[in-house]
């Protein structure tokens, strides 16, 4: 039995539309592919040789022009680079990356110095020590001062004191003229009576020791009584004074020890009689009753007993070099005066 026959299709009767059917397969879309990640090089790897020939023949403006010189061999850096490679490969940022160039023992050693040279500031220059005069240089002595300069030298350190000295008495008597003479070495017959409470003071120097006596005169009329305190209290002497030609201030002087112990027990007591100027003209009997009354008031209080004279400046320094002499234990050379009818000054037998 014969088999079937299958019709046989001419190619050449197909029309052109059929024909191009035929020929072009239907077209498959295809996914981006996403740009080339760019590599690094390893450090020791050339650049390619056409890679060299596509920069070297790139119009830019940032690349320079290729001299002579330039095509003489050069040293190469230690990561295999020459020169020229090493700067047309870091030209190009687009495509390749440089890598961080590590540097030498010696550039690394240079740059340490470099930094430290900068930042280095010499000592400041040591004081040389004077020689001694001997031949051998181990033996060491100590500076001496006289050989540095003025500057250099340690002044001597000052002491400073203070001696509180309290003035109480009835008013009129010199309280005020006495201080004033003292301290200013001026004397006024004509003073301004007290009201409250005088205060002047008056530095002396001994043995680079400062000395300030704070002398604290109190008006005498009873209403100011109320501010012995502040005359007596912390007072390293205190000086009961009374005039000598009125025989009624010296016997006030009991009164007023009395009121000025009570605040200040510790305090050195001083007896002394103002204007011997004027009670040295007094008959000589007057003159040994007052003394011999004073005497026995000093005796009483512990005191030491002074006549003295602001306006002919009678033992007015004597009295604080003596209060000075008893507040610090010192020896005092001043001679004594025990006669009557002359200015008396006893004061070491207390």
């Given at each position: 039995?014969?088999?079937?026959?299958?019709?046989?299709?001419?190619?050449?009767?197909?029309?052109?539309?059929?024909?191009?059917?035929?020929?072009?397969?239907?077209?498959?879309?295809?996914?981006?592919?996403?740009?080339?990640?760019?590599?690094?090089?390893?450090?020791?790897?050339?650049?390619?040789?056409?890679?060299?020939?596509?920069?070297?023949?790139?119009?830019?403006?940032?690349?320079?022009?290729?001299?002579?010189?330039?095509?003489?061999?050069?040293?190469?850096?230690?990561?295999?680079?020459?020169?020229?490679?090493?700067?047309?490969?870091?030209?190009?940022?687009?495509?390749?990356?440089?890598?961080?160039?590590?540097?030498?023992?010696?550039?690394?050693?240079?740059?340490?110095?470099?930094?430290?040279?900068?930042?280095?500031?010499?000592?400041?220059?040591?004081?040389?020590?004077?020689?001694?005069?001997?031949?051998?240089?181990?033996?060491?002595?100590?500076?001496?001062?006289?050989?540095?300069?003025?500057?250099?030298?340690?002044?001597?350190?000052?002491?400073?004191?203070?001696?509180?000295?309290?003035?109480?008495?009835?008013?009129?008597i010199g309280k005020t003229?006495?201080?004033?003479?003292?301290?200013?070495?001026?004397?006024?017959?004509d003073y301004i009576q007290?009201?409250?409470?005088?205060?002047?003071?008056?530095?002396?120097?001994?043995?680079?020791?400062?000395?300030?006596?704070?002398?604290?005169?109190?008006?005498?009329?009873?209403?100011?009584?109320?501010?012995?305190?502040?005359?007596?209290?912390?007072?390293?002497?205190?000086?009961?004074?009374?005039?000598?030609?009125?025989?009624?201030?010296?016997?006030?002087?009991?009164?007023?020890?009395?009121?000025?112990?009570?605040?200040?027990?510790?305090?050195?007591?001083?007896?002394?009689?103002?204007?011997?100027?004027?009670?040295?003209?007094?008959?000589?009997?007057?003159?040994?009753?007052?003394?011999?009354?004073?005497?026995r008031f000093a005796r009483?209080?512990?005191?030491?007993?002074?006549?003295?004279?602001?306006?002919?400046?009678?033992?007015?320094?004597?009295?604080?070099?003596?209060?000075?002499?008893?507040?610090?234990?010192?020896?005092?050379?001043?001679?004594?005066?025990?006669?009557?009818?002359?200015?008396?000054?006893?004061?070491?037998?207390?």
């Amino acid at each position: 039995m014969d088999a079937p026959q299958q019709p046989v299709t001419d190619t050449t009767t197909l029309t052109d539309q059929q024909a191009s059917q035929v020929q072009q397969p239907p077209q498959v879309q295809q996914a981006p592919q996403p740009p080339p990640q760019e590599q690094p090089l390893p450090q020791e790897q050339q650049l390619p040789q056409e890679h060299q020939q596509s920069i070297d023949h790139t119009p830019s403006e940032n690349f320079r022009m290729v001299s002579t010189e330039d095509t003489k061999p050069k040293p190469s850096y230690h990561n295999g680079y020459s020169s020229d490679s090493y700067a047309q490969y870091s030209s190009r940022p687009a495509e390749y990356s440089m890598p961080a160039r590590q540097p030498t023992p010696q550039e690394a050693e240079q740059a340490r110095l470099t930094s430290t040279s900068i930042n280095y500031q010499p000592p400041p220059p040591a004081m040389s020590r004077p020689s001694s005069g001997l031949s051998s240089g181990t033996e060491r002595h100590p500076t001496s001062q006289q050989h540095l300069e003025p500057s250099q030298r340690n002044p001597p350190a000052k002491n400073s004191v203070v001696i509180k000295v309290g003035m109480v008495g009835d008013a009129q008597i010199g309280k005020t003229s006495l201080m004033v003479k003292y301290v200013e070495g001026n004397w006024d017959e004509d003073y301004i009576q007290t009201l409250g409470v005088n205060f002047m003071e008056k530095t002396i120097s001994i043995r680079n020791t400062e000395i300030t006596f704070s002398i604290w005169d109190l008006g005498g009329q009873r209403e100011f009584v109320n501010m012995l305190p502040l005359v007596c209290n912390d007072a390293v002497a205190i000086l009961f004074m009374f005039d000598l030609t009125r025989k009624s201030t010296l016997n006030s002087i009991k009164e007023w020890y009395r009121q000025g112990r009570g605040f200040n027990k510790t305090a050195i007591p001083f007896l002394i009689g103002t204007k011997y100027d004027h009670f040295v003209n007094f008959p000589r009997e007057d003159q040994e009753e007052i003394s011999i009354q004073a005497k026995r008031f000093a005796r009483a209080m512990k005191a030491s007993l002074i006549f003295s004279s602001t306006s002919h400046s009678i033992n007015v320094q004597k009295i604080f070099k003596i209060v000075l002499a008893k507040a610090f234990d010192l020896k005092c050379t001043i001679p004594e005066v025990e006669n009557i009818g002359e200015p008396l000054l006893l004061y070491k037998s207390v």
